[in-house]
C-alpha cells in the first residue's frame, strides 16, 4: 500500500529545519517558519490519526521495497497517538521557544535542531524497522545533546556530560540487541521478527536479546536503577527545551519499550517481576527525590521518573487493562510534563529564579494564570476527574486484582507524594508573600502583549488538551483500549506489514 | 577464527567499560570508541564472515554466482561507524569546552550544588 | 606543523585526492565506493592541506564556510528521497534515467541522493574541524 | 441533578472573569443559589419523605463504570438540606464578615466549588463518582484554608490538612476498586444487593482498613483528627461550614452510605465503636483546656464526630435514629456557635476567652444567638439537641445487656465535656463585666449577627415540632440506612425514664464542670507539657524522619559522580544477563562450522589485544589515543580479510579524522592523566566489574553463533541489487536504496554534530543573559 501520508509528518519537520537552516541568520522568519511547520505538522497528524481511527493499521514501504526487505513505516493506533501527542507538544513548545529561548541560542540553531529532534521523535515511533529505529533514536540522542548544551552554560555542559556518557550507553546496549537479533533471525523488520522469534528453537537467546533492549531502552526512559542522566541534566537547558525533554524524550524509551516487548518478546514470568520491580522502585526514587528538592525543575524532574514508574509496572503487570492504564498515563504523562517545564519557565521568567524558596506572590499578581497553572498541576497529580485519575485508577485496579500489593502501595505512595509536593509547591510559589530581601525580576511585565500572549498560550493550550483528555475520558480509554488490544493480539500489525 | 574474534569482542567491551568507569573524561571518550568498535564487530562476527569473498559482483556478471559476504551487516555497520563518529567529534569537542570552562577533566568536579541553581 | 614537504605534497595531493574522491563516488554504485567513502576522502584531502597551510588558508581557498554545505547537500539528498512521491511512488523509490551515460552508468536518483551523501560528509568533516582548530590556534 | 451540582461549579467558574463585580456587599446576592438549591431539596421533602428514593443516570465513562448516577435518598436529602441551608447563612453572613477583602470574589469561587462538591458526594450513587467529588472537598478545603495566604501558619494548616484527607483519599480509592472488584459494580443500588458476597470475601477487613482510613481521616478521628484544629486558620464562616457543619461530617456520611453494604459485622462495629469512643472522650477532654475560641469548638467538633462514628458503629436502630437527628441538631448549633465566634472575633480583634466577658452589653442579638446555641448543646428540653442526645442515650442503654453500661458511661462523659464547650463558647464571653478596652465595640450589621440568631432559633422551633424532621427527614434517612423495615417517631417527651434521669445527669454535670473549669493560659500550658506524647507529634516526627530518609536515599543514590552511577548501570545489566546464561545452561561449540585460522589474522589480532592493552594501561594522553588510533586500524585490516572493502575504507578515514580531532583538542589540555585515580581496590573492582562484562559479551556471541543463521533477505539483495536497483556493489545499494532512508537520516545526524559542535564552540553565553 503507497502511502506517503505516514511519512508527511517525519518531512515536514525535515524540511522546515532544511529551510531554517539556510536561513541562518533570521530568527524571526524561522520563528515564524517554526510555528507555521508545526502547525502544519498537527494538521498532518490530526488527519493520519483519525484515518487510522476509522480504519486500520496502514504502512508504507519506503524505497518502494516489499517488507521485510526494505525499511517499511507503520501506523498502528500506538504510533498514531505517539506522533499526534508530539505534535501537539512540538507546536506549544514552538511558539513558547519564541519568546522563551534567547535570540543568541536562535542564531546557532536552536529551531532547526528543535524540528530534527521532533522529527527523530516521530520518526521513531513510525518506523517499523529495528536499525532503522537506532538511525532515530541517535538523530533524537544527539539533537538533544546540542540542545543540552545550546548555549555553554557550566550547569549545562556538566548536565551534557553525564546524559551523553549514559545515553551512549543506551545505543551501545541497543546496537548490541539489533546485531544479536539479525545475528539469530537473519531480519531487521519488526513484524518479520515478531514471526521469527517464537521459532527459534533456543529461546534462552532470545531472552538474553531482550535485555540487551531491555536496558537500553531503561537507560532512555529513565528507570531505577538506570535513571541518573536525568536529574542530572534536566534542570540545565532553556525551559523550552526541557519541556520537549521531559514530556517526550522519556516516553520515547517507553515506547520502544512497550513495542519490543509486545510485539517482539513477550515478557515471561522473570521478565514481569523485573518490570514491576522496576517499577516499584523507580516509583519510590521518584517520589523520595521529588520530596526533598527545592528547585522547581529538579522536583519536576524526579517526578518524571516516579510517574514513569507507574507506566513500567502497567507493562509488569501485562494484562489489558494494566496496558490500557499505562498507555493512558504516558498519554496523560507527556501533556502534563510538558506543560510544567513550560509553567517553570513562565515562573523563572515572572521571577527570575526556580528556587521555591525564593519564589511567592504570583497568585497575589496573576491570579488568572495561576488558576491556569493549577489546573495543570492538579491534573498531575490526578485530582478526579482530571486526567491523571482515569489511568491511576486503571493501574490500580489491575494492581490490586493481579495481588501485586507493593505496586499497588507504591502507586498511592507515589500519588500522595505527588500531591503532597505539588500542594507544597502552590503553597511556596503562589500563594507566599513575594520575600522581600530579594529582589524580585520580573522579565514578565516588561513584554509587550503579543510576546505575553505567546508565554502564556502554550500552557493553555497543553492545559485544554490535558482538561479534554480528563473530562473526556471515555474517548481516550476507547483509543487505548484498542491500542492495548493491538500490543496484546499482534496478529494484525504482522498482516498489515507483511501481507501475510 | 571465529573464537578469536569472540575473545576480541570480549576485550574490546570489558576496556570499554572498564574506560568509561574511570575519572577522567578522555578516558571516558577512548571507552566509548572501544565499545563502539566492540559492538561493530559483534555485529559483523554474528552476521556470519565470509573471507575473500566481497559482496560486489563482478564487472561483466548481473547476479552472484558465488557465494558472498551478507551485505547487511557490513551496511549497518557502515551507519554505525558513521554515526558514532557524529557522537564522537561532538564529545570531544564537549570534552573541550568543559576544559575550557573548568581547566581540568575531572569527571567528579562535575557538580554545581542545587543552591547554586538560578 | 607547516614543513615545507608537507605543503608541496599536499599542494599535488589535494586535486589528486578530490579526483579520486569524485570516482569513489561516481562508481560507488558498482565497485567499492560511494558518498560517505569519496566525502571522507575528499574531506581529508582538505585537512591535509590545512594541516600543511593553516587552517585561515584553507578557508580563504575554499570561499564558502563548510557549514553552508551541509544544508545544501541535506537538500540535495532530501529532494532525491521525496522526488517519488511526485510520481505517485513512496519515498526515497529508485527513479532512473534509461540512457546510460558515459563514464558514470545509468544514472538515477540514487546518483543524485549520493551526491547529496558526498556534500554532507564534507561539510561536516570540515566544519568540525576547521571550527576546532581555528579556535585552538 | 446534574444540573444541581454543576451549578456551583459554573458560578464558581463564571466568577474568574465576573469576580470583580463581586468583591463588594453585592457578593450577597450570591447566597440566592445556595437559597434557590435548599428551596429545590425542600420541594423534594414529601416525596422522599414518603420513602420514595429518585435516580437519575448519565453516561460519562462506561468502560469503567464510572458515570454520573446520582440518588436522592432521606440520607442524601439530610445532608443535601444541611448543606444549602447552613450554605445560604454562610453565604450571606460572609459577605459582610469578609466586606471589603481583595480576594472576596476568589473566597465565594472556592465555596460554591466547595458546595458543589459536597452535594456530589451525598446526591452520588456510584462510589466511584462519590469519590471523585470527595477529593473535590479536600482540593477546595485546602484552598480555603489557605485563603489567608501571606500566613505562614495558615499555609502549613492547609498543607497538613490536604495531607491527611490526601492520603486518607488515596486509601479509600484502593478500598472502593476492590470492592467494585469483589461485587463487580460501583453502583450503589447493586451494591446494596451483593453485600453477603462482600463480607464473607477474604478481602474484607482490608477493604474495611481502606475505606475507614478515608472516613477517618476526613473526620478528624483519632489519631487523624490534629489537622482540624489546624483548619481552624481558614476565615470563620469557612470553619463553620466546613469543618464543623458540612465537610467533616463526609466521613460519617461515607460510614452511614456503607452501613447497609459493609456495616454490620464484629469488625465493623467494634473498629468504629472504639475509634469514636477513643476520640470523643480525647477530645471532650481536650475541649476543656482550650482557651481560643475556635479551639474550644474544634475539639467540640471532633468529639462530635466520635460520637457520630460510635453511633454508627453500634449500628442498632435507635443508634442509627439517634445518628441522623444528632447531625442535624450539631450543624445546627455548632454552625450557630462558629458564627458567633466569629462576631467575636471580627468585633473585638481576640478569640481568648480570658480576655472576653460582658459582651452581651454590646452585642446583644449576638448573646441571644450563642445561649439558643449553647443550650441546645447541652440538650435543654426543647431544643434540638435534647431529642439528639435522648436518642442517643436511647442507643446505647439498648445495646445489649453487657455493653449497656460501659457505653452509656462513655456516651455521659463525652457528653458532659461537650455542654461544658458549649457554654464556654456560647455563654461565657457573654457574661460578668466588660473589660474596659471591649466598651467601644459596635454591633455590627445584621447581615452578620442574623444567621446565628436564625440557627439558634431553628434549634428550638425543630426541638418543639420534631415530627417534622422525624417524618420527612429522619425516618426516610434510617430506612436507607437499615434493612429491615422501622416505624417509629421523634417526640419531645418520652415521660420519666433512665434517659430523662441521664439528660439531666448530664446538664447539671457540664454545668458543674464550666463553673469550676475557669480557662486559664495555664491550663493550655499544662496541656502543652503532654504534646510530645500526642499523634500530631507522632505524625510530626515520622514525617521529618521519613523526608531525611528521602534525603539520605537521593543523595546517596544520585551522588554526582558518573562512574558510580555508570557503574551501577553496568552491574545490573550483569545481573540480568548472568541469570539468564546460567538459566540457558552450559554452551556447546561446534568446532566444525567455525573457519580455520590464518597467520596474518592471528597477528592482526594480537596487535589489537596490545594496542588495547597500552590504551588502558598508560597514563600519557596521547599514548592512548594512538592507541585507539591503531586499533581501529587493525579493525581496518581485518575488514579487508574479511571482504568488507567498503567498511575498510570507512574505518581508515573515520579512524584517521578522529585521531586528528583528538589531536587538536588535545592541543591545550595537559599531556598526562594526572588524576588520582590509583585507589587498589577501586580499580579491582571496575576491573572485574569490567572483565565479567566481556566475559558476559562473549558467551553470548558464542551462543548466538550456534544458531543457524537465516539469509533469505541478504540473499534478496544479492538477487535484485542489479536487475531492479541497478547496482553491483551491493553493500552500497543498500546504503542508498533498499535502506537509504537510514542513510538519509544518518548524515542528518551527522549535520546536526557539526552544527553542535559548531555552535558549542562559538556559543557563550553569560550568566547574566537570560535563557
Known sequence: MIDNQIIATVLVHLFTALIQLVLPRKTVEQMILSIAGCLIGFLLSVNLFIKILDGGILTMNAANWEAPFGIVFVADLFSVTMVLLTSVAALAVSIFSAVGVGRARMLYGYFPIFHFLIMGLNGAFLTGDIFNLYVWFEVVIISSFVLLTLGGRKAQLEGAVKYMAMNILASTFFLTGIGILYGITGTLNMADLALKIPLIEDQNIVNLTAIFFLIGFGIKSAVFPLYFWLPSSYHTPPSAVAAVFGGLLTKLGLYALFRFFTLLFVPNEFLKIVFLTIGVTTILTGAFGALIKTNIRRMLSYLIVCHIGFVIGGLGLYNKMALVGAVFYMIHDIMVKTNLFLIAGLIRQLRGTMNMGKLGGIYAEYPKISLLIAVVLFSLVGIPPLSGFWPKLFLLESALFNHSYFYAASIILGSFITLFVIAKLWSEVFWKDASLDEMVVDNFKALKPGRKTLMVLPIAILACASLFIGLNAEFIIQVTDRIANEMIDTTPYTRAVLGK | MELLLVVLIGALYASGVYLILRRSMVRLLLGIILLGNGTNILIFLLGTITKGKPPVMAADMSVFTDIYADPIPQALILTAIVISFGLTSFAIVLLKRVYALLGTDDLDTLNTPQEEDV | MKSVILQSASRYLLPILLLFSVFLLLRGHYYPGGGFVGGLVAAIAFVLHSLAFGTAETMKMLQFTPLSIIPVGLIIAAISMLLPVFFGLPVMTGLWIEQPIPVVGLVGSALFFDIGVYLVVIGVVLTILFTISLETH | MLLIILLGLITSCLLVPLGKYFRSGRSVFLSLLPAGLFAYFASHLSHIGAGNIIYESNKWVPSLGINLDFRLDGLSLLFSLLITGIGT???????????????????????????????????????????????????????????????????????????????????????????????????????????????????????????????????????????????????????????????????????????????????????????????????????????????????????????????????????????????????????????????????????????????RKVLFPVFIAGTLAALSSAGLPLSFGFIGKDLIYEATLAAGPQLAVLLTIVAVSANIGLVAAGFMAGIKPFIGNLPAQLEKVKMPSAAIWLPPLVLGILGFVLGSLPGIVGDYIISPTVQVLSVEAVEFKLKIWHGFNTVLLLSATTIIAGTIVYFFNKPAISKTVFLERFNRYTPHYFFEMSWGAFKRFSSWYTDFMHNGYLRSYLIRIIVFAEILLVYELIRGGPIHIDYSKLIPISIHEGVNVLILLGALYLTVTTTSRLTAVVGTSIIGYAICLMFVFYSAPDLAITQFTIDTLTVVLFVFVLFNLPSFLVIPNSNKSIIVRDGLVAGSFGIILSLTAIKVLQVPTEKGISEFYGEFAYSLARGKNVVNIVLVDFRGFDTMFEIVVLSISALGVYSLIKLKLKTSEKE
Open chain 4, 89 to 359: 447563612l454562610i453565604f450571606i453572613y460572609a459577605s459582610s464578615y469578609l466586606k471589603g477583602h481583595q480576594y472576596l470574589d476568589r473566597f465565594y469561587g472556592y465555596l460554591c466549588l466547595f458546595m458543589s462538591a459536597m452535594l456530589g458526594v451525598v446526591l452520588s450513587d456510584n462510589i466511584l463518582l462519590l469519590f471523585t467529588f470527595w477529593e473535590l472537598t479536600s482540593i477546595s478545603s485546602f484552598f480555603l484554608i489557605g485563603f489567608n495566604n501571606d500566613s505562614t501558619v495558615s499555609r502549613k494548616s492547609a498543607l497538613t490538612a490536604l495531607g491527611v484527607t490526601g492520603l486518607g483519599g488515596f486509601f479509600l480509592l484502593a478500598g472502593m476498586i476492590m470492592i467494585g472488584e469483589i461485587a463487580g459494580t460501583y453502583t450503589i443500588r447493586e451494591l446494596v444487593t451483593s453485600t453477603a458476597i462482600i463480607r464473607e470475601h477474604q478481602l474484607y477487613p482490608v477493604v474495611l482498613g481502606l475505606v475507614f482510613m478515608g472516613a477517618f481521616t476526613k473526620s478528624a478521628q483519632f489519631p487523624f483528627h490534629f489537622w482540624l484544629p489546624g483548619a481552624m486558620k481558614a476565615p470563620t464562616p469557612v470553619s463553620a461550614y466546613l469543618h464543623s457543619a458540612t465537610m467533616v461530617k463526609a466521613g460519617i456520611f461515607l460510614l452511614a452510605r456503607f452501613t447497609p453494604i459493609l456495616g454490620g459485622t464484629p469488625e465493623w462495629s467494634y473498629t468504629l465503636m472504639i475509634v469514636g469512643g477513643i476520640t470523643m472522650l480525647y477530645a471532650g477532654v481536650h475541649s476543656l483546656f482550650r482557651t481560643d475560641l475556635k479551639g474550644v469548638l474544634a475539639y467540640s467538633t471532633i468529639a462530635v464526630l466520635g460520637v457520630l462514628t460510635f453511633l454508627i458503629g453500634l449500628g442498632t436502630k435507635e443508634a442509627l435514629i439517634a445518628a441522623s437527628t444528632f447531625i442535624i441538631a450539631h450543624a445546627l448549633y455548632k454552625a450557630s456557635l462558629f458564627l458567633v465566634t466569629g462576631i467575636i472575633d471580627h468585633q473585638t480583634g481576640t478569640r481568648e476567652l480570658t480576655q472576653l466577658s460582658g459582651l
